[in-house]
């Protein structure tokens, strides 16, 4: 069974988060995270810096539907983690 993420939980992260656990809000494994990246079908845009790459969470957020500007404390307890629709 894979991880499920709470909105507060998205949010903790700060603004930016790696590649693995971006795809793991997602629904996708490390592999398959790293293949949409490669495939440029990653659900978010991503950063690449160096040899590394950077997700916003921001645009995470914003596709899960919940509004990145809201503090933590007022995001409703609500799990997400629905896998990407260009997941097969």
Excluded at 44 to 52: C, E, L, N
Excluded at 62 to 73: Q, S, V, Y
Aim: glycine letters at 10%.
């Amino acid at each position: 069974m894979r991880r499920r993420w709470t909105a507060n939980e998205v949010r903790a992260l700060g603004v930016r988060t790696d590649i693995e656990t971006a795809g793991s809000i997602f629904g996708l494994s490390r592999t398959q995270a790293y293949e949409a990246v490669k495939r440029g079908v990653f659900p978010v845009d991503v950063i690449k810096v160096g040899r590394r790459y950077l997700v916003p969470t921001a645009p995470i957020l914003r596709l899960l539907g919940l509004d990145p500007d809201l503090p933590e404390a007022a995001t409703p307890h609500v799990a997400h983690g629905r896998s990407s629709p260009h997941h097969g």
